[in-house]
């Protein structure tokens, strides 16, 4: 499924700003547009769309009717729009242009390969309302760091989007569903502790390869949904970012080894060019590739 077709059927005068069709990521995508003003044409949805306004556009607003129900919303920062699969929207009009709006969408197929330990959080979703002017500090984190991995993608960019979506399928499901979704039972301490630690070596083993949130969980036997939240709560830290620093820390030794060339360790830590690698290294230790060699040397 191209997920990215909804936001060509849904905005065909919309402008493209920037995209994550090219990214590779698995079960959700997301895409800025510029909205021109104007009337948009009767949709129907078959998977989970989450709009975030960036930012104010000062006397504008969008109207919308979907299930009979009429909604008017004011277009400011970081205000959510939520449409779940199956709603018919057949009268939608944006009073003003709007410079940029973030649009994400979800497969559901993805969501159900994601989920909880107990196989419900599929089902919790199907149930997700209809809702605008939503203020969601958490979804808005999520934005943000999905608009950032589209700009700049990063050595752990895979395992970072499926954490992002099951933190967002889960967000939805929780907040924003008519049946509300319970907790599932928590592992046994000793068991949470073992699998944290074969997931650690199972990251260290396969640091040169595409690994993803999957991959890992299948690892130590938990769905990713559970796995994505026992590995915070052990660790402190999100698997993606865990991931991330060991790369740097491999990284730095192939550097000072002096056997590899930059263009061979971006590769081999799964950096998509050599300039992300050069960037990000920057941002970790306020130096470049080259010059932690020539120190190191």
């Keep these: 499924m191209n ?17 994550s069709g090219a990214l590779g990521w698995r079960g959700i995508a997301a895409e800025m547009r510029s909205h021109p003003a104007g009337d948009l044409p ?11 306004a960036p930012q104010t556009t000062p006397g504008a607003f969008v109207s919308r009717k979907g299930w009979g129900q009429r909604q008017q919303t004011m277009v400011r920062k ?15 009009r944006i009073s003003a242009h709007l410079p940029s709006i973030f649009h994400i969408y979800l ?22 309302r209809y ?3 939503v203020h969601d500090e958490t979804i808005v984190r999520i934005g943000h760091a999905l608009a950032e991995d589209m700009r700049n993608p990063s050595a752990a960019s895979r395992m970072l989007i499926d954490s992002l979506t099951t933190a967002l399928a889960n967000r939805l499901a929780q907040r924003y569903s008519d049946l509300g979704m319970p907790r599932g039972s928590a592992a046994t301490a000793a068991r949470d502790v073992r699998r944290v630690r074969l997931a650690v070596e199972f990251m260290q083993a396969h640091l040169d390869q595409p690994i993803g949130l999957d991959e890992i969980a299948a690892a130590v036997a938990v769905s990713p949904f559970h796995f994505a939240r026992l590995f915070r709560a052990s660790t402190g830290i999100a698997p993606y970012r865990y991931l991330a620093n060991l790369r740097m820390e491999q990284a730095k030794h ?31 230790t306020g130096t470049s590739p080259m010059a932690y060699r020539r120190q190191r040397s």
Excluded at 5 to 14: E, L, S, T
Excluded at 107 to 125: I, Q
């Design 3 to 19: 997920l990215l077709r909804h936001g060509d059927n849904k905005f065909p005068q919309a402008q493209l700003l920037c995209s």
């Design 42 to 52: 009767p949709f129907v949805s078959n998977q989970i769309e989450i709009t975030i």
């Design 78 to 92: 970081d205000t959510i729009w939520i449409s779940p699969v199956g709603v018919a929207e057949d009268d939608i």
């Design 107 to 128: 497969s559901t197929d993805r969501l159900l390969a994601l989920s909880d330990p107990d196989g419900n959080s599929a089902a919790f979703l199907r149930q997700v």
């Design 131 to 133: 809702l605008a002017g």
């Design 254 to 284: 192939l550097l000072s080894q002096g056997r590899s060339s930059l263009a061979e360790i971006a590769s081999s830590m799964q950096f998509s060019t050599q300039a992300n690698f050069a960037r990000a290294f920057r941002q970790a």
